[in-house]
């Protein structure tokens, strides 16, 4: 079992820091190469680059929470459920579809439904 991981392309694991500006500061963020690949992806479909995406999710984030205490950590669960919801289908794995074209509400009330489903078959 372990072997798929172990063996894996060592360069994914290894980190990379990149700097960037977020609310008129400049900042880095250090991250490992497989969560940057992700975000280039994600940035990709909706045609911006990986800087205006991490600023538009710190800018977002900052408005909708008041702040971010780990944004690097954020940075990791949105490319965790990022290939969730592509695994369960509620983001479609044709990269040509944006994502700011899909149904937040509608896939957040299924991820939802899912998480009660789950907690209830496991009581």
Not at 21 to 45: C, D, H, K, M, P
Not at 65 to 73: I, L, P, T
Request: neutral net charge; glycine residues 4%; hydrophobic residues 40%.
């Amino acid at each position: 079992m372990c072997k798929l991981f172990i063996e894996a392309d060592p360069s994914l694991w290894q980190t990379r820091l990149k700097s960037l500006r977020l609310n008129g500061f400049s900042t880095s963020v250090r991250l490992e190469n497989l969560y940057w690949q992700v975000l280039e992806e994600i940035a990709l479909r909706d045609g911006m680059s990986l800087s205006q995406l991490l600023a538009r999710l710190h800018e977002e984030l900052t408005f909708a929470h008041g702040g971010v205490e780990n944004f690097a950590s954020f940075l990791r669960v949105c490319c965790g459920r990022y290939l969730a919801l592509q695994m369960e289908g509620d983001v479609p794995r044709d990269l040509s579809q944006p994502i700011r074209s899909l149904d937040a509400d509608a896939i957040l009330a299924r991820e939802a439904h899912r998480r009660r489903r789950t907690l209830s078959s496991a009581a």
